[in-house]
């Protein structure tokens, strides 16, 4: 158990719609990262808040957005759901903002039908 | 970042050690080698990471080379639970802003009774 937990634990839902997954980063962690898994393009990293500000973006659309919220959890937010969007979607924590020892989620297994 | 290089699958019988290599021959002075696995549709989980000395903890031992193009992650009596993708990475500790992981194809690892 990494300590980091995120819901919900799996979601299945129509395109067009819209979900929020969420994230409780371990505790003193300050920063979240952001990952998405399909299947055919491995683990590619989405967006990384530390304390509350948004530090790097990576390869996440427009349709999706995140925050980071005073008590340090966080919420990705996917809207316009598309069937390309179906995947696993991980949040890491690590202690500061810049650590490369990054503490990752069980996972939220997005399906879009 | 500096590329990395993993044979894409190794197996290891249970009780034995499992040596996993990467070679990094582009790897510079400031970058160091992390490992992390990814046991199957599970988070991935932070093994180890390095610089130029090597480095043991509780799950594995990590042995880098003098000249830094490569190095071995140690598994010193591998069980079934080991049984998982390996990812070696290779980055700047800190600094810049841009503090993603980028994980490439691993190594899976299969140990077998």
């Known amino acids: 158990d990494s300590g980091v937990t995120q819901t919900p634990k799996h979601l299945i839902t129509a395109t067009g719609q819209r979900v929020t997954l969420r994230c409780s980063p371990r505790?003193?962690?300050?920063?979240v990262y952001w990952y998405q898994q399909s299947l055919d393009q491995g683990l590619q990293f989405l967006i990384h808040?530390?304390?509350?500000?948004?530090?790097a973006k990576g390869n996440i659309l427009e349709r999706f957005s995140a925050q980071q919220f005073p008590d340090l959890h966080s919420e990705l937010n996917l809207s316009s759901l598309e069937l390309g969007d179906s995947a696993l979607y991980f949040c890491?924590?690590?202690?500061?903002?810049?650590?490369?020892?990054?503490?990752f989620g069980p996972g939220t297994r997005l399906t879009v039908l | 970042d500096a590329k990395t290089t993993q044979p894409p699958s190794m197996d290891c019988a249970e009780g034995r050690a499992a040596n996993l290599p990467c070679n990094h021959s582009?790897?510079?002075?400031?970058?160091?080698v992390y490992w992390y696995r990814q046991i199957h549709s599970q988070g991935p989980q932070y093994i180890i990471h390095?610089?130029?000395n090597n480095e043991t903890n509780e799950m594995a031992s990590l042995i880098i080379t003098e000249d830094r193009k490569s190095s071995t992650l140690i598994l010193p009596h591998a069980t079934l639970r080991d049984t998982a993708v390996y990812y070696c990475?290779?980055?700047?500790?800190?600094?810049?802003?841009?503090?993603?992981?980028?994980f490439g194809k691993g190594t899976l690892l299969t140990v077998n009774p």
């Open positions: 890491a924590s690590s202690v500061g903002d810049y650590y490369n020892e990054q503490f």
């Open positions: 505790s003193g962690d300050l920063s």
């Open positions: 808040y530390y304390n509350g500000e948004e530090r």
């Open positions: 582009t790897i510079s002075g400031n970058e160091y």
């Open positions: 390095g610089l130029k």
């Open positions: 990475i290779v980055r700047v500790r800190g600094g810049g802003s841009n503090y993603k992981l980028t």
